[in-house]
T-cell receptor, first 109, second 114 residues
Framework: DAKTTQPTSMDCAEGRAANLPCNHSTISGNEYVYWYRQIHSQGPQYIIHGLKNNETNEMASLIITEDRKSSTLILPHATLRDTAVYYCIVRVDDYKLSFGAGTTVTVRA | DTAVSQTPKYLVTQMGNDKSIKCEQNLGHDTMYWYKQDSKKFLKIMFSYNNKELIINETVPNRFSPKSPDKAHLNLHINSLELGDSAVYFC?????????????FGPGTRLTVL
């Protein structure tokens, strides 16, 4: 799998948008970008995934650059419950998710 | 209703013992997984089963033996427990064998080996 680089941590104000960057400069054409998050003491939770096009669901938006070497996860209106570790994962056509260190996001009131 | 459940939630045991962790999913998924999250919080896949058949075995010591009695259950048996086995173990499931769809994770089992 292509490696990803994420900031170690970031703070966000409650009610504001949180923009979480991820670099994946060695991504291949058939590799998807996945985002998961892990709230303290819970199992990871799927957020969103995409290949080339931008994606949006009820939780977040995923913006992938045209060259696919980076992406941004956007939480449109962060709440205190969004405080978690966010993982950006790039994977090929296999069965595995390879989690890195992720970004610890702290939403402050 | 819990989608992916694990028992027990906490497990404290002595070195050398044998223990099992159970996992059940009621989502009708074909594929189930075991992950290990160590003290540094890195989450690594251990095993994956599809329709009761092992499809991933990630260089895990053979003291760890997964068993899938049916596609809704994937249990993890650990023999001769060692201190380094202390971790949180997560079970997960997904709808299709390649896992392109989201993986649903259980709440985790915190194993402490003394």
């Amino acid at each position: 799998d292509a490696k990803t680089t994420q900031p170690t941590s970031m703070d966000c104000a409650e009610g504001r948008a949180a923009n979480l960057p991820c670099n994946h400069s060695t991504i291949s054409g058939n590799e998807y970008v996945y985002w998961y998050r892990q709230i303290h003491s819970q199992g990871p939770q799927y957020i969103i995934h995409g290949l080339k096009n931008n994606e949006t669901n009820e939780m977040a938006s995923l913006i992938i650059t045209e060259d696919r070497k980076s992406s941004t996860l956007i939480l449109p209106h962060a709440t205190l419950r969004d405080t978690a570790v966010y993982y950006c994962i790039v994977r090929v056509d296999d069965y595995k998710l390879s989690f890195g260190a992720g970004t610890t996001v702290t939403v402050r009131a | 209703d819990t989608a992916v459940s694990q028992t027990p939630k906490y497990l404290v045991t002595q070195m050398g013992n044998d223990k099992s962790i159970k996992c059940e999913q009621n989502l009708g998924h074909d594929t189930m997984y075991w992950y290990k999250q160590d003290s540094k919080k890195f989450l690594k896949i251990m095993f994956s089963y599809n329709n009761k058949e092992l499809i991933i075995n990630e260089t895990v010591p053979n003291r760890f033996s997964p068993k899938s009695p049916d596609k809704a259950h994937l249990n993890l048996h650990i023999n001769s427990l060692e201190l380094g086995d202390s971790a949180v173990y997560f079970c997960a499931s997904s709808q299709d064998v390649r896992g392109y769809n989201e993986q649903f994770f259980g709440p985790g089992t915190r194993l402490t080996v003394l």
